[in-house]
């Protein structure tokens, strides 16, 4: 240990009171400024994470629509060529629409998605969503009627007041010609199952029905609105679109999901550059502190600055004694600041004490991700802070004048 960075730990603790409590203080600052900051990127980032999962699992890395046309009708050969592609685990074909839904006792306008339960299990997980009933489609006798199944969201189920085994109409004018005579066709089918994937929008405005009873409500024929892929990395996405583009000769619209999704997670990560500005102002701030701080030590250690230049100490010893302290300050306010930040995320992982309104962030709770690039960034960040905060109370330290200390 050189006698420098000795002296700058004699002198953390010691001085007068004020100054003592200046120091602790200062250290405090920087250390709830650094916790906080990674605590609400962890935040970010586990907020982030969790909206990818589940929307992810609810439609796909890749979708594939027609290009010019509201219709795929070639998609059992857009599947076989697809799946061949290495990376791809699996491919799916879907009918996406909006349909009137009614119970006995309510009404709604929802989005109605026509799957095959098959080939979905193999791109989504609206399977293992299931929480009441069955994941299938099966004909149900119903009185007179043998009818098809449905699976509902967990919140459209409870505003509809609908159970498993209930019968529930679907409506729809698509592909009609709108006259004054025209006519809604309507289709009946049972709650066979509910699923709850957490995301208040999907569970409270989402229907699943087989695709044929899709194709036959909404009049397409045989073809689909699009095409699901499963990839085996969700972040080969983008860079496998021109590819895929290529192999169906550019007939198709290749969407990745994080163009398919580009607002929501545009909008993530720019809320993500927001709070790194507000943990810059928040060091800013304890970066000050530090500068008063140390300005008050040089002012009381005058006589001791005074007696190390007598005995030999050069100026840019006392300017690395102060730039230590003032490192000191910083170094214990990241250590610090990383513990109570991961302690607070195993906390609110565990325990989910902060909850949020699932209808306006998707989720109920927040979940907390911490990655190490973050907690460096910060920590890097808040040093570098901290020694240009240090430098100059360090310089004045360092060009102190022994006669002018003599002279007093």
């Not at 250690?301 to 005074?306: D, L, N, S």
């Not at 214990?332 to 309104?357: E, M, R, T, Y």
């Amino acid at each position: 240990m050189s006698f420098e960075s000795f002296i700058a730990r004699r002198y953390f603790n010691s001085g007068r009171y004020f100054v003592s409590v200046s120091t602790w203080i200062t250290t405090v600052g920087v250390m709830l400024g650094v916790a906080v900051v990674c605590f609400v990127m962890s935040m970010n980032n586990g907020f982030e994470s969790e909206i990818r999962s589940r929307l992810l699992g609810t439609t796909s890395h890749i979708s594939i629509f027609a290009s010019g046309e509201r219709q795929i009708t070639d998609y059992k050969s857009i599947i076989e060529q697809v799946e061949a592609i290495p990376n791809v685990v699996a491919a799916s074909p879907f009918i996406f629409s909006k349909s009137a839904i009614q119970s006995e006792k309510a009404g709604d306008g929802i989005i109605v998605r026509g799957i095959n339960l098959d080939q979905e299990r193999n791109t989504a997980n609206i399977e293992t969503d299931i929480i009441i009933g069955e994941y299938s489609f099966d004909q149900k006798l119903i009185g007179d009627d043998s009818i098809p199944g449905i699976i509902v969201g967990k919140n459209l189920a409870s505003s509809l007041s609908a159970f498993v085994g209930e019968p529930i109409l679907l409506y729809s004018i698509s592909g009609e010609n709108l006259r004054s005579t025209s006519r809604p066709r309507l289709k009946k089918f049972y709650v066979s199952g509910i699923f709850e994937t957490g995301m208040y929008e999907f569970d409270g405005q989402q229907v699943y029905i087989a695709l044929e009873d899709a194709q036959d409500l909404f009049r397409t024929g045989d073809a689909v609105t699009g095409v699901h892929l499963k990839l085996t990395d969700i972040y080969l996405a983008e860079e496998m679109t021109p590819q895929i583009d290529s192999i169906l000769e550019y007939k198709c619209q290749v969407t990745p999901w994080n163009e398919l999704h580009k607002n929501l997670f545009s909008w993530i990560a720019f809320e993500k550059q927001i709070l790194f500005l507000g943990f810059i102002l928040i060091v800013i701030v304890a970066g000050f502190s530090i500068i008063s701080t140390l300005v008050m030590m040089t002012m009381e250690k005058r006589t001791e600055i005074g007696i190390l230049k007598t005995i030999g100490s050069t100026p840019y010893s006392i300017l690395k004694i102060f730039l230590y302290k003032g490192m000191t300050i910083g170094g214990i306010g990241v250590l610090g600041g990383w513990s109570i930040s991961l302690v607070g995320a195993l906390i609110q992982n565990k325990f989910q004490l902060i909850s949020l309104p699932p209808d306006i962030y998707f989720i109920s709770y927040l979940p907390i991700e911490s990655h190490l690039s973050d907690y460096l960034v910060a920590g890097l960040t808040t040093l570098f802070i901290c020694f240009l905060a240090s430098l100059y109370p360090s310089l004045r330290a360092s060009n102190l004048s022994v006669v002018d200390v003599l002279r007093e």
